[in-house]
T-cell receptor, first 112, second 116 residues
Framework: SAVISQKPSRDICQRGTSLTIQCQVD?????MFWYRQQPGQSLTLIAT?????????ESGFVIDKFPISRPNLTFSTLTVSNMSPEDSSIYLC?????????FGSGTQLSVL | AQKVTQAQTEISVVEKEDVTLDCVYE???????LFWYKQPPSGELVFLIR??????QNEISGRYSWNFQKSTSSFNFTITASQVVDSAVYFC?????????????FGKGTMLLVSP
């Protein structure tokens, strides 16, 4: 199965700042996904990132708030912009590998 | 629209008891996948199973078994002889062919607490 590394694992940020989360996979994958898990809640898909094209955002998520880069087939970043306390969540990247969806260990973000 | 319902928010059992986690789904797509994931206290999501809509055979993997019934739109998960290490939040999820097989809709999760 694919090995997914996410950085940072956790961070505490001030309101109004931005944080970029990195996701590195040990193999080339076509599609990478970013999910959000708010405290005590389920996971919600933010966007799908394909290499070489603009990310596709789910309803309720916009590029200005969550810009995504996908420069190659093993790497992606998600930026949480102009953060507010409501953005405090765990952010997870995931990849499809052999018809299974695997997740990174997540980035726990707290916004003060 | 797709939806996954896990009505049990929290279940507590004593070690060695059997426990069933319920999952009911809604979809208009005839082709879809169902998943179960485990999220232990460490936070990482662990893939347990994927089942496609055309395969209604039940599956057993060690102490884990899954019962897929299209007639009731359910995909229930049973742990036999539970152990303390089974304590985690378990998520059921659905993906549809129309949205892409890797675009998952998750249920709210069931927290399982297994005490010694």
């Amino acid at each position: 199965s694919a090995v997914i590394s996410q950085k940072p694992s956790r961070d505490i940020c001030q309101r109004g700042t931005s944080l970029t989360i990195q996701c590195q996979v040990d193999s080339q994958v076509t599609m990478m996904f970013w999910y959000r898990q708010q405290p005590g809640q389920s996971l919600t898909l933010i966007a799908t990132a394909n290499q070489g094209s603009e990310a596709t955002y789910e309803s309720g998520f916009v590029i200005d708030k969550f810009p995504i880069s996908r420069p190659n087939l093993t790497f992606s970043t998600l930026t949480v912009s102009n953060m507010s306390p409501e953005d405090s969540s765990i952010y997870l990247c995931s990849v499809e590998d052999f018809e299974k969806l695997f997740f990174g260990s997540g980035t726990q973000l707290s916004v003060l | 629209a797709q939806k996954v319902t896990q009505a049990q928010t929290e279940i507590s059992v004593v070690e060695k008891e059997d426990v069933t986690l319920d999952c009911v789904y809604e979809t208009r797509d005839t082709t879809y996948y169902l998943f179960w994931y485990k999220q232990p206290p460490s936070g990482e999501l662990v893939f347990l199973i994927r089942r496609n809509s055309f395969d209604e055979q039940n599956e057993i993997s060690g102490r884990y078994s899954w019962n897929f019934q299209k007639s009731t739109s359910s995909f229930n998960f049973t742990i036999t002889a539970s152990q303390v290490v089974d304590s985690a939040v378990y998520f059921c999820a659905l993906s549809e062919a129309q949205r892409g097989y890797s675009t998952l809709t998750f249920g709210k999760g069931t927290m399982l607490l297994v005490s010694p």
